[in-house]
């Protein structure tokens, strides 16, 4: 192999002047050989040579270890490329060579970049712009299958037919074409943008590669739940004494919010600002869809006067509604690329949000896909329904269930958090 282990990555140091180091992931045997020797590299759009050498100084300046990692792992895997090219050659040469002369073999493996490595050089960038800090796991497990459906980690040899080929499978094993399309794919199409755009790739294999949009259309549009519907699930939340059961029906119906949004949320996540409680909703819980999907939002009468800060102020752990299994609890590995440590970084409420919809499901009602009302999600059609029929402005039913502003004026000025409360108690509860 050309890095040390397949998932290796340039380990930094801080100098005595402030200044970054990283050493190149390259085997004794391959380190020994090319010390050195010079390599123009490019990162940004900027070329610099850099002299292989035990530890190197970052040739541009960095305002923190994170952008230092993004930058020691980019100039490393052109490096590790370089001198794969190179090896190959020598190989090539050494073949007509009688064998009593010595002979520099090459790795099997010395190809060219691999998807997961490269991959890791994304996951950096992304951190970097302050990119969501809960989508590279999830997305290192789709990777993960794409590499597994493949049988090979070799960067350079994906072809437009493979690629092709992997979407024909998503198709054909009852993948959700919706989340096929925008979590799958636009992983693998992130991927392989980045490395064309960072100069690992000439050329993009995605590029042109759809998913027919007459199979996303077919697809049933989910309805909210009926009062009735409604009333039945939030009476009994209010005999639970399951915290997760009890409070995330009733906090999803008033906030809109989507329910891994609810389920992930932290005790530092309900908040008074100026005698007005309110949930924090970010990326650093958990999943969020967009930037919109970042905000503030008022907490519903009807659910402070059940006791719900009581309830938050006495908990002794971080969530709200589980207890987190310590991280070193997950051991990703690229022999298991359906690992599911990925998918629990991503979404730690996952198990939690599974175990109130199995709840949901001994209420009997008529909810499920079957019957176009998701057990969870129906909640946020519900509010959108209820708000526009109470009179709230479109534009603070949006800020309150994070919904992207849909014209240029309505864009223009953030909702107060006390206007959206107030705007609030016009959904009656149907409890």
């Not at 009581?310 to 609890?329: G, I, Q």
């Amino acid at each position: 192999m050309l890095l040390q282990s397949s998932m290796a990555l340039p380990e930094i140091t801080i100098a005595s002047d402030g200044g970054y180091h990283f050493s190149l992931p390259l085997t004794e045997a391959r380190l020994t050989r090319y010390q050195g020797a010079t390599i123009c590299v490019r990162v940004d759009g900027v070329a610099f040579p850099v002299t292989i050498n035990r530890s190197i100084p970052l040739p541009l300046p960095c305002q923190s270890l994170q952008e230092a990692k993004y930058f020691a792992a980019a100039i490393s895997l052109q490096v590790v490329s370089a001198t794969a090219e190179e090896s190959s050659l020598v190989e090539s040469a050494a073949a007509s060579l009688p064998d009593s002369e010595p002979r520099f073999t090459a790795s099997s493996n010395a190809s060219g970049p691999r998807i997961l490595d490269t991959f890791e050089l994304w996951r950096a960038h992304h951190l970097a712009l302050d990119g969501a800090p809960t989508t590279p796991p999830y997305w290192h497990l789709l990777i993960s299958r794409f590499v597994d459906h493949l049988g090979h980690d070799e960067l350079a040899t994906v072809s437009a037919q493979d690629v092709r080929d992997y979407r024909d499978h998503l198709i054909r094993s009852g993948r959700n074409i919706r989340t096929a399309r925008h979590a799958d794919f636009a992983a693998i199409r992130a991927l392989f943008h980045f490395a064309v755009e960072q100069q690992i790739l000439a050329s993009d294999p995605t590029q042109g590669i759809r998913f027919k949009l007459a199979r996303l259309a077919t697809q049933s549009r989910m309805l909210a739940f009926s009062d009735d519907q409604a009333r039945t699930i939030l009476q009994a939340a209010d005999r639970q004494s399951i915290a997760s059961r009890r409070w995330i029906p009733w906090l999803t119906a008033f906030t809109g919010s989507r329910v891994a949004t609810i389920a992930n949320l932290r005790t530092s996540d309900v908040v008074e600002i100026e005698g007005c409680w309110a949930l924090r909703i970010s990326r650093q819980a958990g999943p969020i869809k967009t930037a919109a999907s970042e905000r503030l939002v008022p907490i519903h009468p009807a659910i402070l006067s059940r006791g719900f800060i009581d309830f938050v102020e006495r908990l002794e752990r971080d969530r709200l509604f589980f207890a987190p299994a310590p991280m070193d609890a997950f051991k990703p590995s690229l022999s298991n690329p359906l690992d599911p440590g990925s998918l629990a970084r991503y979404n730690p409420a996952r198990s939690t949000i599974r175990r109130v919809t199995e709840w949901l499901h001994t209420l009997g009602l008529e909810i499920g896909r079957e019957h176009k009302r998701d057990p969870n999600h129906a909640w946020r059609h519900w509010f959108k329904e209820k708000a526009f029929a109470a009179g709230v402005p479109e534009k603070i039913a949006d800020a309150i269930v994070g919904h992207a502003q849909a014209t240029t004026a309505r864009r223009y000025g953030s909702v107060a958090l006390k206007v959206m409360a107030v705007e609030m108690q016009k959904i009656q509860s149907p409890a």
